[in-house]
């Protein structure tokens, strides 16, 4: 784990350190506390007996039983220790104060302000025994007898409080060390997070810009490319048309002949560029939509006009019925791109028979047009590759079309460009449907970032 | 007669165009970099510039809008021939203060006619 090299860490293993080290000194603090705490039990445990040997002895002294310094004795015991518990010093061991133990000050302040109350009574208490020894007054004698239970049990309170104190301590501390291992854990946990997450958004940034780079690289090939082929087809079919009109002088049969061939391998070159190139820029994303409105009946006269020639070449109809009312609201230039090439399919696989074009509007705010044919039609497996590139339906060879064979896959990547759909339903032998639905009106999509166009 | 400042790089498509034009009757006067265009743009005076895009310095765009930018009193008609990569070349052109444009490769037999138009 590199986690442990980075500078960075050495923050989080350093804090983890402290909050170790903060618990211990708590822990060890908290065990040297219960070590006192044994002691006073046991030295408050035996204030209580002693308040009670004081009075026996008190009554025994006035009998003549015990002598004055034995009465004095023990009550200099529970004084000391008393004043040790209470405020911290040195505590009797043994009744005969031979030995001594440091206790420290009483740091629990109900516990202290119960051994206050002890001490009030106590120095009450201390007086009349010290009249007792003095003048043997009888009032004094009674209020002993009368009071060493109330000194008795507020001792006892004070015992009491100090076996709670130190009975609560205990799981203190193990709460204690239970959070200091968890916060060391959480530290732990949050640090390595941390150190994923950066390195995480580091490779992420890094991809981004080899993304927005090859986008670029896409950009500028497709502009050099369009570029390249272009310019020497320009001058393929621009010389052979000259040569065909015969402005660089006259022709001969043989001469025209040739020069057509040419001029159509020109053409059909052509063609492929453009599928190639189109396809390319929609698969690359590239692909704009320029939205206006038009009519769609106005596209499919065009599209006739156009296809005229070829249609009447082999006798065949080609019938429109396209609502004038039907306003598209889309990219007219390839709507008509759509139509053109399925209405020239439609020609090029029919022999005999017609063509129909039909335009209709649906009800949910969609066009839906068709091209239909009476030609060749196609097989059920044939169907299944139909918008793929470069499939052709040629089973047999004698009926090989010219084409570019991108033709219906460009179709569809452009119908989808404009959220639409594309079907084709046919009947082998008897002819084929294209349908097409588009939305009324396109609404587009948030345009791409790179718009830069470093070919112009 | 009138006179049509071809900029073209590319010697064949120069002579397509030029053999075109002159057999129609016009006077051609050529440039093959867009700075010359500039230059001969102001001391020829053509009727119509013929705009290649591409060209070796500055190109096609950039040298229209100089072109634009020198000019006094009214505007040659300057048509672009572009090479249709992106969808906006077109936009582009006439944003840069061109007339019109032509996509390559043009039309040998339609070319003629369509220059004749601008130039009415």
Known sequence: MDFFVRKRSIFSLGTIFVVILVTSFFAIDTLRLQKYDGIRINLSGRERMLSQKMTKEILLYNLGVVSEDAVLSTVRVFDTTLIALKDGGDAPLDLSMTEFEAIPEMENKEIKEQLEEVMTSWSTFKQKIESVLENNDASSVNYIIDNNTELLDEMDAAVVMMQHNAEERIPRFYWLIALGILLSVLILIVAITKAARRKYVKQLEQANIRLQEIDRLKSIFLASMSHELRTPLNSIIGFTGILLQGISGALGDEQKKQLTMVKVSGQHLLDLINDLLDVSKIEAGKAEVSVEEFALADVANEVTEAISPAANKKELDVVKEVQDEIVLLSDRRRVKQVLTNLVSNAVKFTDHGQVTITGKQLENKQVEFEVSDTGIGMKEKEMKRLFQPFQQIDESLTKKQEGTGLGLYLCKKIVDLLHGEIRAESEYGTGSTFTVTLPLRHRSEKRRVSEEDPGS | ?120
């Open chain 2, 1 to 120: 007669m009138k006179k049509i400042l071809v900029v073209e790089d590319n010697e064949t498509n120069l002579y397509l165009i030029r053999f075109i034009l002159e057999k129609k009757g016009y006077a051609v006067v050529a440039a093959t970099t867009g700075l010359d265009a500039v230059a001969l743009a102001v001391d020829e005076k053509p009727d119509l510039i013929i705009m290649d895009i591409q060209l070796p310095d500055i190109d096609g765009l950039e040298a229209t809008k100089r072109i634009r930018a020198s000019e006094a009193d009214g505007e040659i008609p300057i048509v672009a021939l572009t090479s249709y990569s992106m969808a906006n070349d077109e936009e582009k052109a006439l944003a840069a203060g061109c007339t019109g444009y032509f996509t390559k490769p043009i039309d040998p037999e339609t070319f003629a006619n369509s220059i004749a138009k601008y130039l009415e």
